[in-house]
C-alpha cells in the first residue's frame, strides 16, 4: 500500500486555496482537517462548495490554523511520499499552506500516474467507479476521496480484491 493526499480548495485557479487536506496512510490510518482560511484567503466559489459542501463559515469555526495543519502533514507524513490523482492542484495548494505556515514540506508529493502502466492507467476511472459504488465512499471530502485513491490503485495493482459492482 501506498500513502495518499487528497486536497479540496476554496475553488480553482488564481486565488484558490487549500480548505481540507486528508490522508490515507499506508499503514490503514486515515487523517482529515480543515484549513482556517487566513485574512487574505477571499477568493470563494460556489461550485466548489456545492461538490465539497465544506462552508466557508464552518472553516473559520471548526478549522484548523495552516501552521497546525502543515505540522500535521508532516508528522502524518514525515520522510515518504504521498500520491495525489492531481498532483498540478495539489502541489500548488500544498505549496501555498506550507508557504503561508512558514514550514518546510517534509514529504514528497507524486502523480500516482508514477505507479500504473498504461494499461492501468486507462482503466483507472472505471476501476475508481467501481470502487466508490463497492465501499459506498461517496462523500466528497479529502480523507475520503484520498482512500478511494488508495483502493483504486490497490484494485489495480491487485494488492487487495479486484473491485468490481456487487463484489465487497
Known amino acids: 500500500m501506498y500513502n495518499f493526499i487528497d486536497v479540496e480548495a476554496s475553488g480553482f485557479g488564481a486565488g484558490s486555496y487549500p480548505i481540507e487536506a486528508g490522508v490515507a496512510?499506508?499503514?490503514?490510518?486515515?487523517?482529515c482537517t480543515l484549513i482556517r482560511p487566513l485574512m487574505h484567503w477571499t477568493h470563494w466559489l460556489e461550485e466548489a462548495e456545492k461538490l465539497h459542501g465544506i462552508s466557508r463559515e464552518s472553516l473559520l469555526v471548526k478549522g484548523k490554523s495552516p501552521l497546525k495543519v502543515a505540522l500535521l502533514l508532516n508528522q502524518w507524513l514525515d520522510g515518504q511520499i504521498a500520491y495525489?490523482?492531481?498532483?498540478?492542484?495539489?502541489?500548488?495548494?500544498?505549496?501555498?499552506l506550507f508557504e503561508e505556515a512558514g514550514v518546510r514540506q517534509r514529504f514528497k508529493l507524486e502523480?500516482?500516474?508514477?505507479?500504473?502502466?498504461?494499461?492501468q492507467m486507462e482503466r483507472w476511472h472505471t476501476?475508481?467507479?467501481?470502487?466508490?459504488?463497492?465501499?459506498?465512499?461517496?462523500?466528497?471530502?479529502?480523507?475520503?476521496?484520498?482512500?478511494?485513491?488508495q483502493r483504486t490503485l490497490a484494485a489495480l495493482?491487485?494488492?487487495a480484491p479486484t473491485c468490481s459492482k456487487g463484489v465487497a
Do not use: E
Request: net charge negative.
Open 84 to 96: 495525489t490523482d492531481a498532483w498540478g492542484n495539489d502541489s500548488c495548494w500544498l505549496g501555498l
Open 157 to 159: 495493482t491487485d494488492d
Open 25 to 31: 496512510l499506508a499503514n490503514g490510518h486515515t487523517h
Open 127 to 149: 476501476t475508481k467507479a467501481d470502487v466508490i459504488d463497492t465501499f459506498k465512499l461517496r462523500r466528497h471530502r479529502a480523507s475520503k476521496d484520498a482512500l478511494i485513491l
Open 111 to 119: 502523480s500516482v500516474a508514477a505507479l500504473m502502466s498504461a494499461n
